[in-house]
């Protein structure tokens, strides 16, 4: 297979040429990557939406729908959508329903979702403040918004040691497991350049949501951003 990456201008063609070249062994190299700390971190934005049965759910950015399954656990009505026709296929066994939606340009009416997710995929559009702004249009009032991103650790020197790690050990890593290797070198360069907790935070209240704040997962390698329409 040709390793494809995308850039730090997250052409929408590279980057969903590149998520179809990791799709086959998606979900283990996360796994593997994080040291099992994925699991936790779905868990943990299931518990943060408060899900029930009777809410509809958009699950954006869901890949190989691993997250959405996980959010079902709640008995809400869960919806996987990605930009990744190959994500989508590679989770075709979970039971969810799967749309094909660019982040950029939702295919849904406006107000559709009592709650939306995004994990770790608002770092990888083309443009962070109109990915934003679709996910507000299709939340109805007062509907939860939640984003499970890499963030940045608050630990001086645990940062410094995880910074390392982005950039030499976890390219190395990922050619051992991964179906794309390269991909993983994309994947450290958009953590290093991404906004730190209360930049996001920025953008989130800038989209017009309410009540935004976070909390760090793992040491603020990753960071839960909660808010409200």
């Given at each position: 297979m040709?390793?494809?990456?995308?850039?730090?201008?997250?052409?929408?063609?590279?980057?969903?040429?590149?998520?179809?070249?990791?799709?086959?062994?998606?979900?283990?190299?996360?796994?593997?990557?994080?040291?099992?700390?994925?699991?936790?971190?779905?868990?943990?934005?299931?518990?943060?939406?408060?899900?029930?049965?009777?809410d509809?759910?958009?699950?954006?950015?869901?890949?190989?729908?691993?997250?959405?399954?996980?959010?079902?656990?709640?008995?809400?009505?869960?919806?996987?959508?990605?930009?990744?026709?190959?994500?989508?296929?590679?989770?075709h066994?979970?039971?969810?329903?799967?749309?094909a939606?660019?982040?950029l340009?939702?295919?849904?009416a406006?107000?559709?979702?009592?709650?939306?997710?995004?994990?770790?995929?608002?770092?990888?559009?083309?443009?962070?403040?109109?990915?934003?702004?679709?996910?507000?249009?299709?939340?109805?009032?007062?509907?939860?918004?939640?984003?499970?991103?890499?963030?940045?650790?608050?630990?001086?020197?645990?940062?410094?040691?995880?910074?390392?790690?982005l950039?030499?050990?976890?390219?190395?890593?990922?050619?051992?497991?991964?179906?794309?290797?390269?991909?993983?070198v994309?994947?450290?360069?958009?953590?290093?350049?991404?906004?730190?907790?209360?930049?996001?935070?920025?953008?989130?209240?800038?989209?017009?949501?309410?009540?935004?704040?976070?909390?760090?997962?793992?040491?603020?390698?990753?960071?839960?951003?909660?808010?409200?329409?």
């Amino acid at each position: 297979m040709t390793s494809t990456r995308a850039g730090l201008d997250k052409a929408p063609a590279d980057v969903a040429a590149m998520f179809d070249g990791v799709a086959r062994r998606y979900d283990i190299t996360n796994t593997v990557l994080s040291f099992g700390q994925d699991r936790g971190w779905r868990t943990a934005t299931r518990h943060a939406l408060g899900l029930g049965p009777g809410d509809v759910v958009l699950d954006l950015a869901a890949g190989t729908a691993v997250s959405t399954e996980e959010l079902a656990q709640s008995g809400a009505h869960c919806i996987a959508a990605d930009f990744s026709l190959g994500m989508l296929k590679a989770g075709h066994k979970r039971p969810v329903p799967k749309v094909a939606a660019d982040a950029l340009t939702l295919p849904f009416a406006d107000e559709s979702f009592d709650a939306a997710t995004i994990s770790f995929g608002l770092r990888n559009v083309a443009s962070v403040d109109t990915a934003l702004a679709e996910l507000y249009r299709v939340l109805k009032p007062a509907g939860r918004l939640v984003i499970c991103e890499f963030s940045t650790p608050v630990f001086g020197p645990f940062r410094t040691v995880y910074m390392e790690y982005l950039m030499k050990a976890l390219p190395s890593v990922a050619t051992k497991v991964s179906s794309n290797p390269e991909a993983y070198v994309y994947l450290a360069e958009s953590i290093r350049a991404w906004p730190d907790q209360a930049g996001l935070a920025t953008k989130i209240a800038s989209a017009g949501f309410d009540s935004v704040r976070w909390r760090n997962l793992t040491g603020g390698i990753a960071a839960l951003h909660r808010a409200v329409k």
